[in-house]
């Protein structure tokens, strides 16, 4: 089944402890993507990858890191993480490597709380 | 500035009605424009649209996008409690070295019995 897998689904943590939320894809999609998700605010895009070893900023990527050394996987870190991070993200994926002109398939989602 | 600006922020109505749903954008260089649904988790996809005046429809739904003024409109005929959802529209235009993707802050739908 064509699937974007987030893990954890829910997470209740301190400020400053390192976090790491993955995203696995079993659709062999290039274009990989992470959102965070608040009341009256919408999606907002933290990161997002055309492919392997390419990554760049969203619109909010204060605070986070990302990494793409496999086609499938997308982990968003929290290097310290703050209590302003407290949100529920979403991880998403779609085919195209030089083109995201395609629907977006979403992860389940994480909610973050930070403490 | 890019922006996708969704109206009603929140709309209910009961079982039966016909609802529709707004969605204006001023980006550059669209290239094409989102609908999804979301209930209780991920979002799901409904409609993409490309070109102006081209009604696409998925049983009770159905959406249209008008490029000249900005904006596309979502239909949902005889709604059903099941419809209840955060409706989300996004969208797709060329960026500097790559497509951007912009969301709107979804409209909250809610159908009573």
């Known amino acids: 089944e064509a699937q974007v897998t987030q893990n954890p689904r829910y997470l209740i943590t301190v400020t400053g402890k390192k976090l790491t939320v993955t995203c696995s894809q079993n659709?062999?999609?290039?274009?990989m993507s992470w959102y965070r998700q608040d009341p009256g605010l919408g999606l907002r895009q933290i990161y997002y990858s055309m492919n392997v070893e390419v990554t760049d900023k969203g619109d909010v990527p204060e605070g986070y890191k990302v990494s793409r050394k496999e086609k499938r996987n997308f982990p968003l870190i929290l290097e310290s993480p703050s209590p302003n991070q407290t949100s529920l993200y979403f991880c998403?994926?779609?085919?195209?490597?030089?083109?995201?002109?395609?629907?977006?398939?979403f992860g389940d989602g994480t909610r973050l709380s930070i403490l | 500035e890019d922006k996708v600006v969704q109206s009603p922020l929140s709309l209910v109505v009961h079982e039966g009605d016909t609802v529709t749903l707004n969605c204006s954008y001023e980006v550059t260089n669209f290239r094409s424009l989102l609908w999804y649904k979301q209930e209780k988790k991920a979002p799901t996809f409904l409609f993409m649209l490309?070109?102006?005046?081209i009604e696409k429809k998925s049983g009770r739904l159905s959406s249209i996008l008008d490029k000249k003024e900005l904006f596309s409109i979502l239909n949902i005929t005889a709604t059903q409690t099941g419809d209840s959802a955060v409706y989300l529209c996004?969208?797709?235009?060329?960026?500097?070295?790559?497509?951007?993707?912009?969301f709107g802050k979804g409209t909250h739908l809610i159908i009573q019995p």
């Open positions: 659709m062999n999609h290039e274009y």
């Open positions: 490309t070109s102006s005046g």
């Open positions: 998403a994926s779609s085919p195209l490597g030089t083109r995201v002109n395609q629907p977006q398939h």
């Open positions: 996004a969208v797709i235009f060329r960026g500097g070295g790559a497509d951007g993707l912009t």
